[in-house]
Nanobody, 125 residues
Framework: QVQLMDSGGGTAQSGGSLRLSCVVSGSSYRNVCMGWFSQAPVQEREWVASINSDGAASYGDSVQGRLTHSKDSARDIQYLQRSNLKPEDTAMYYC???????????????????WGQGTQVTVSS
């Protein structure tokens, strides 16, 4: 059974940084896309970033230049380095994993089968 465990959230000052991690267990198949989504209270889950099997990352327009999505394929861990945080970045962040290999990584939550439990990021001004 594939399980995702995300961590690394916390409280940061505006302009600060945090690194989120997502450890995958239960799968030896790693040729799939992984992603990060954020969800603020009473908001829909929003795509933040995704990374394909070759390590190429894509980012949402609102976070361009303020984050780096990377992965350690050998250990099946993905990271989301957030920098220059803003109060509007406050949200629950979820890591996600597609079930099957696709030509491009999805930007919709429906594209992902497996999800972490979420890690809260709070940014104070």
């Amino acid at each position: 059974q594939v399980q995702l465990m995300d961590s690394g959230g916390g409280t940061a000052q505006s302009g600060g940084s945090l690194r989120l991690s997502c450890v995958v267990s239960g799968s030896s198949y790693r040729n799939v896309c992984m992603g990060w989504f954020s969800q603020a209270p009473v908001q829909e889950r929003e795509w933040v970033a995704s990374i394909n099997s070759d390590g190429a990352a894509s980012y949402g327009d609102s976070v361009q230049g303020r984050l780096t999505h990377s992965k350690d394929s050998a250990r099946d861990i993905q990271y989301l380095q957030r920098s220059n945080l803003k109060p509007e970045d406050t949200a629950m962040y979820y890591c996600a994993r597609q079930r099957y290999a696709t030509r491009s990584c999805g930007r919709q939550a429906l594209s992902y089968t497996y999800w972490g439990q979420g890690t809260q990021v709070t940014v104070s001004s």
